[in-house]
């Protein structure tokens, strides 16, 4: 319609069209979207990789990924058995209406999950991790790798503090960071006044790679929400809300054998903790929507993962009637994911495209098996050479009383620190691993518990009286242990 204008002339089209991006706002929006795929699609490989590369180039970890992958499935397949119940089924029309009445208020509801049992524990999936080999290594050829004794036996790439310290400069000791209560260069009130100024300039300018650069040194708590939502390139509009509104349409037409698995994950951590038991609500709301929605089903593209099958029953191995079943449920605790996002978002559809956006870039690698430099193998493999390299008589000590420090910190790492630190201190963090699109900061923040508390640690003689001295870690004050750890340490 605008061509046919009179003032439109095609010699200066593209100019035109320019002009018309930029005062409409639309070249703001394309250039966010263009950066939200550029951090969430890996680099192109060489035209002639096959597919699966893309995924992960390397062989040995695919075939790890699948086998855990049959393992979940086979427990899940198992307990429909011993249970008698189907995968999927449609609701009678009486508990339709009664979940749809009760849809705000599902806390109130005690089902019997007494015969649910999760289907892996954190252990569980750490014993494979450990079981991992590379065949062309077989035989510890490597004299460099063969000197790594920790329980994570695979030759990758990871960094060392002087990189560390290069991709994290903004942590440093000399830059103003929100987090820090006592910097000696700047006085906090001043510089947490111009943070805040600056922040609110970001978010006026609505560019999203401004603000993931600016969330390095820390996020306001009154801005948190909308810088978060702008670098994740999520504006809530009518669409969006109206497919948050399908999806709760499915959740109350059909009843599928992991929401009790969802309920119980819940009531088992959510509902027992101090900071998050106020939120079980909007848990459910997101987690049942989240468990139903095949948008997310995309991310197996540049996942190691493959997103598990079912056969429509009478059907098994015919492929036209196979179904993803489910999209995507992490079986472990994946409510802690979402817990620390209900403190900022408070409109159901709004948190749930924050917290599917944030599983697609980072949490998913936390649960799969790959070569990643954020992938939950290359954190472990990096924690370990951090301790093992920085403080090596803490690490040999704790190795020869069979207190192997991965086997303490893992769990904090596969849940990003959800449920261990304190909720301002947990969002702290995340804005770093929004800020770095990196999840390399939970293995030196790992690292650095272990320094911070490694007097007490060089005296316990138990793997129970290790974890005993780290088991509270809701007093640590986040920033000041990254800072020191990375700066301070002689390299």
Same mark, same amino acid.
């Not at 750490?126 to 050829?141: H, I, Q, S």
């Not at 390139?233 to 054998?257: A, G």
């Not at 903790?273 to 139903?292: A, G, I, K, N, T």
């Not at 790492?413 to 699109?437: C, E, H, K, P």
């Given at each position: 319609?605008?061509?046919?204008?009179?003032?439109?002339?095609?010699?200066?089209?593209?100019?035109?069209?320019?002009?018309?991006?930029?005062?409409?706002?639309?070249?703001?929006?394309?250039?966010?979207?263009?950066?939200?795929?550029?951090?969430?699609?890996?680099?192109?490989?060489?035209?002639?990789?096959?597919?699966?590369?893309?995924?992960?180039?390397?062989?040995?970890?695919?075939?790890?990924?699948?086998?855990?992958?049959?393992?979940?499935?086979?427990?899940?397949?198992?307990?429909?058995?011993?249970?008698?119940?189907?995968?999927?089924?449609?609701?009678?029309?009486?508990?339709?209406?009664?979940?749809?009445?009760?849809?705000?208020?599902?806390?109130?509801?005690?089902?019997?999950?007494?015969?649910?049992?999760?289907?892996?524990?954190?252990?569980?999936?750490?014993?494979?991790?450990?079981?991992?080999?590379?065949?062309?290594?077989?035989?510890?050829?490597?004299?460099?790798?063969?000197?790594?004794?920790?329980?994570?036996?695979?030759?990758?790439?990871?960094?060392?503090?002087?990189?560390?310290?290069?991709?994290?400069?903004?942590?440093?000791?000399?830059?103003?960071?929100?987090?820090?209560?006592?910097?000696?260069?700047?006085?906090?009130?001043?510089?947490?006044?111009?943070?805040?100024?600056?922040?609110?300039?970001?978010?006026?300018?609505?560019?999203?790679?401004?603000?993931?650069?600016?969330?390095?040194?820390?996020?306001?708590?009154?801005?948190?929400?909308?810088?978060?939502?702008?670098?994740?390139? =999520? /504006?809530?509009? *009518?669409?969006? +809300?109206?497919?948050?509104?399908? @999806?709760?349409?499915?959740?109350? $037409?059909?009843? &599928?054998?992991?929401?009790?698995?969802?309920?119980?994950?819940?009531?088992?951590?959510?509902?027992?903790?101090?900071?998050?038991?106020?939120?079980?609500?909007?848990?459910?709301?997101?987690?049942?929507?989240?468990?139903?929605?095949?948008?997310?089903?995309?991310?197996?593209?540049?996942?190691?993962?493959?997103?598990?099958?079912?056969?429509?029953?009478?059907?098994?191995?015919?492929?036209?009637?196979?179904?993803?079943?489910?999209?995507?449920?992490?079986?472990?605790?994946?409510?802690?994911?979402?817990?620390?996002?209900?403190?900022?978002?408070?409109?159901?559809?709004?948190?749930?495209?924050?917290?599917?956006?944030?599983?697609?870039?980072?949490?998913?690698?936390?649960?799969? =098996? /790959?070569?990643? *430099?954020?992938? +939950?193998?290359?954190?472990?493999? @990096?924690?370990?050479?951090?301790? $093992?390299?920085? &403080?090596?008589?803490?690490?040999?000590?704790?190795?020869?009383?069979?207190?192997?420090?991965?086997?303490?910190?893992?769990?904090?790492?596969?849940?990003?620190?959800?449920?261990?630190?304190?909720?301002?201190?947990?969002?702290?963090?995340?804005?770093?691993?929004?800020?770095?699109?990196?999840?390399?900061?939970?293995?030196?923040?790992?690292?650095?518990?272990?320094?911070?508390?490694?007097?007490?640690?060089?005296?316990?003689?138990?793997?129970?009286?290790?974890?005993?001295?780290?088991?509270?870690?809701?007093?640590?004050?986040?920033?000041?242990?990254?800072?020191?750890?990375?700066?301070?340490?002689?390299?």
């Amino acid at each position: 319609v605008s061509l046919r204008k009179p003032e439109i002339k095609l010699e200066s089209l593209k100019e035109d069209i320019k002009d018309f991006l930029k005062t409409s706002g639309w070249e703001k929006k394309l250039q966010n979207a263009v950066y939200s795929e550029l951090n969430v699609f890996p680099s192109p490989c060489h035209p002639a990789a096959p597919p699966e590369h893309m995924k992960e180039p390397l062989a040995y970890m695919r075939k790890a990924q699948g086998s855990w992958e049959k393992r979940i499935l086979k427990s899940l397949n198992s307990m429909c058995t011993e249970l008698s119940i189907p995968l999927a089924q449609k609701r009678p029309v009486s508990e339709q209406k009664e979940l749809l009445n009760k849809w705000n208020e599902m806390g109130t509801d005690e089902p019997d999950l007494s015969l649910f049992r999760p289907v892996y524990a954190p252990k569980d999936f750490l014993e494979v991790l450990m079981n991992l080999r590379n065949p062309n290594y077989e035989n510890g050829e490597q004299p460099s790798f063969r000197s790594h004794l920790g329980l994570i036996q695979v030759p990758l790439k990871v960094k060392d503090i002087p990189e560390l310290k290069e991709d994290f400069s903004e942590l440093s000791l000399n830059t103003g960071q929100l987090g820090i209560d006592d910097s000696a260069q700047v006085p906090p009130e001043f510089f947490e006044n111009e943070h805040v100024r600056v922040g609110q300039k970001v978010l006026a300018e609505q560019d999203s790679a401004a603000a993931q650069q600016y969330v390095r040194q820390g996020c306001p708590t009154a801005l948190r929400a909308d810088l978060w939502a702008l670098i994740l390139n =999520i /504006s809530n509009q *009518p669409e969006d +809300i109206l497919y948050y509104e399908q @999806l709760k349409s499915n959740v109350i $037409q059909h009843d &599928l054998l992991v929401d009790s698995l969802i309920y119980k994950d819940v009531k088992l951590t959510a509902s027992n903790d101090d900071y998050y038991f106020v939120f079980e609500d909007y848990l459910y709301q997101v987690l049942l929507c989240f468990s139903r929605d095949t948008s997310v089903l995309e991310h197996f593209t540049y996942s190691s993962a493959t997103p598990p099958k079912s056969y429509i029953r009478g059907k098994l191995g015919m492929e036209e009637y196979a179904v993803f079943y489910p999209p995507n449920v992490n079986y472990n605790s994946f409510i802690l994911s979402v817990a620390p996002l209900c403190f900022l978002y408070h409109e159901p559809p709004k948190l749930y495209q924050i917290f599917r956006e944030m599983y697609v870039r980072f949490f998913f690698r936390l649960h799969s =098996i /790959s070569s990643h *430099p954020s992938g +939950i193998v290359s954190l472990c493999l @990096l924690f370990e050479t951090l301790l $093992q390299t920085h &403080l090596p008589q803490l690490f040999y000590h704790l190795r020869e009383i069979g207190a192997q420090p991965l086997r303490i910190s893992f769990k904090w790492m596969v849940r990003a620190f959800s449920g261990y630190l304190a909720t301002d201190q947990l969002l702290l963090l995340w804005d770093r691993i929004l800020g770095y699109n990196s999840l390399e900061i939970l293995a030196v923040l790992a690292a650095a518990v272990f320094a911070f508390r490694a007097v007490n640690l060089m005296e316990v003689t138990s793997l129970a009286a290790a974890e005993a001295v780290l088991a509270d870690l809701s007093t640590l004050k986040v920033m000041p242990l990254l800072q020191i750890f990375l700066f301070a340490t002689v390299t």
